[in-house]
């Protein structure tokens, strides 16, 4: 049994570690914002990563550090900044302090092209302070990730239900599940010397089409689709509206437009872990279906 570190543990990605972890039989310390319900395995710890008393205090005795928590939307640079560069930072200088074992960080795929956005310039910079931290690390670059719970490709699901699927222009892209994705943090967590940058994924040779990932969408939702692919300026003025519709909480940004339009996002199959590491287990047709019926279970569909 170890005891594992985790921020980000109330979000998406962070649940299903916690989750998983509990059921591997690990002892879990995770930091939240708020009052969190009791939850078997967990403790909760309060505090933000802006809080270095709470960060010592989730370090302490620890064997692993899963560094899950960022900003993937924010309306400024700063923003980006504060939460994936400053908040990896503290992270890393709390776990020093506490003789942490192992620290396991959550990045994007999108670190590869930093010049894109803003996030992505941002998460490549927290990666470059974790590979200069002088710990045993190991950094998780994730493509697009997916399941039950995710709120992020939500619009996709109910246009797809439409019938009519709006895509970024012509490109591929690789996609993983959230729960592979859980497991292969947690098995980082236990895998010391391993000093690597990953990049996972389903396992989809060359990744998605846009267009093909599209008609899976409707093939999960039980619908023939048309995909649309959608030039730049026509995305651009997109992010534009939803600025002006939803302020800071809109889903379509100028920021995520620079990523959007990028024709390349399938993961180097170079970088795949070992085999012997992690395996991908959710076929993504399977994955896209049990989404739609949480979806649908939970009125959102």
């Known amino acids: ?59 302490g005795g620890a064997d692993a550090v899963v560094h899950i928590a960022g900003v993937v939307n924010a ?22 302090s506490a003789g942490v074992a192992r620290f396991v960080h959550v990045s994007s795929l999108s670190a590869r092209e930093p010049q894109l956005s803003h996030y992505g310039w941002s998460k490549a910079q ?16 994730p493509p697009a990730i997916y399941g039950p719970g995710d709120h992020d490709m939500l619009e996709l699901f109910r246009m797809a239900q439409k019938g009519v699927v709006a895509l970024p222009p012509p490109g591929r892209f690789s ?14 967590a236990q895998a010391t010397g391993d000093h ?9 040779p060359g990744g998605w089409t846009h267009v093909d990932f599209a008609r899976a969408l409707g093939r999960a939702v039980g619908q023939r689709v048309l995909p649309l692919s959608l030039p730049r300026a026509i995305l651009a003025l997109g992010a534009r509206l939803d600025r002006m519709a939803r302020g800071d909480k809109a889903r379509l940004t100028p920021d995520r437009v ?13 970088h795949r872990p070992p085999p012997s590491l992690w395996t991908p287990q959710v076929g993504t047709p ?10 649908r279970a939970h009125g959102l569909l």
């Open 126 to 141: 927290g990666d470059l302070l974790v590979e200069q931290s002088g710990l045993d690390w190991t950094i998780v670059r």
């Open 286 to 295: 399977q994955g896209l279906a049990a989404t739609a019926m949480w979806y």
């Open 1 to 59: 049994m170890s005891v594992l570190a985790i921020t980000g543990g109330t979000g998406f990605v962070g649940s299903a570690v916690l989750r998983l972890a509990v059921e591997a039989g690990h002892r879990v310390r995770a930091l939240t914002r708020r009052a969190q319900p009791a939850q078997e395995g967990v403790e909760w710890l309060a505090g933000t990563l802006e809080d270095a008393p709470a960060l010592a205090r989730l370090a």
């Open 258 to 270: 620079g990523y959007l339009a990028h024709p390349d996002w399938a993961i180097d199959p170079a």
């Open 75 to 96: 309306p400024t640079r700063d923003g980006f900044l504060r939460g994936n560069i400053d908040g990896t930072r503290a992270m890393l200088a709390a776990a020093r």
């Open 175 to 188: 996609i993983v599940h959230v729960e592979d994705l859980a497991r292969l943090l947690i098995a980082l």
């Open 196 to 204: 690597s940058m990953y990049e996972a994924d389903d396992g989809t």
